[in-house]
Nanobody, 128 residues
Framework: QLQLAESGGGLVQPGGSLRLSCVVS????????IGWIRRAPGKEREGVSCISHRGTMTHYADSVKGRFTISRDNDKNTVYLQMNSLKPEDTAVYYC?????????????????????WGQGIPVTVSS
């Protein structure tokens, strides 16, 4: 059973930056893709970004491409989401998610049926 612990959210002005961290404990010998899903009030859940088991493959939603960067430090069991040029529409609760995958290059599907573990969620507010 994996456990996820997120940190780094908060309030930031438009154009600012935040870095989210997700520490995952309880890894086994399986492969895991790790990513972030966000949920904003009144909006559908959105898969924001994901990184493969070895960190060789990444995915970004079109809405964050060029502004967000995901990275992974397997020695520290930590995934980071560097968020730059933040916009008010980035305001949401961000959830770290883990999917057990069959290959080291697979990234997240973000579908409810495939996400195996969820973090508790961390709020990000972009406002002046």
């Amino acid at each position: 059973q994996l456990q996820l612990a997120e940190s780094g959210g908060g309030l930031v002005q438009p154009g600012g930056s935040l870095r989210l961290s997700c520490v995952v404990s309880g890894f086994t010998s399986n492969y895991y893709a790790i990513g972030w899903i966000r949920r904003a009030p009144g909006k559908e859940r959105e898969g924001v970004s994901c990184i493969s088991h070895r960190g060789t493959m990444t995915h970004y939603a079109d809405s964050v491409k060029g502004r967000f960067t995901i990275s992974r430090d397997n020695d520290k069991n930590t995934v980071y989401l560097q968020m730059n040029s933040l916009k008010p529409e980035d305001t949401a609760v961000y959830y770290c998610v883990v999917e057990e995958v069959t290959t080291q290059e697979a990234v997240c599907t973000y579908s409810g049926g495939e996400v195996d573990y969820w973090g508790q969620g961390i709020p990000v507010t972009v406002s002046s």
